[in-house]
């Protein structure tokens, strides 16, 4: 959490470093501070892999990825409904 912090204050233009922020931050508890970093960024653009994409669409692969290497939060499901994730 410290370094994803010390990144955003380094440079806080480059939005990429706030999906490692938000899961930083949910990680860690810390629900409402990554609840405004999901609210604030959800609609951002960024390149992943080559291709533009919403922020949202990258804090939602987060958690899956997360999710796929056995890592599991109560907050989980509280994101995917923030960001109106559709099954």
């Known amino acids: 959490l410290a370094y994803a ?3 955003k204050d380094a440079d806080p233009n480059v ?3 706030y999906t490692n922020l938000a899961s930083s931050y949910l990680l860690n508890d810390k ?9 604030i960024w ?3 653009l960024y390149i992943y892999n080559g291709t533009e994409q919403l922020m949202r669409q990258g804090f939602l692969n987060d958690i899956t990825e ?7 939060h ?3 499901e509280k ?3 923030l960001l109106g994730e559709e099954k």
């Open 66 to 72: 997360l999710e796929s290497k056995g890592i599991r």
């Open 5 to 7: 912090e010390l990144a």
């Open 31 to 39: 629900w409402e501070d990554a609840k405004e970093v999901y609210q």
């Open 42 to 44: 959800q609609d951002s």
């Open 79 to 81: 994101v995917r409904m």
């Open 74 to 76: 109560e907050n989980f």
């Open 15 to 17: 939005n990429i470093l």
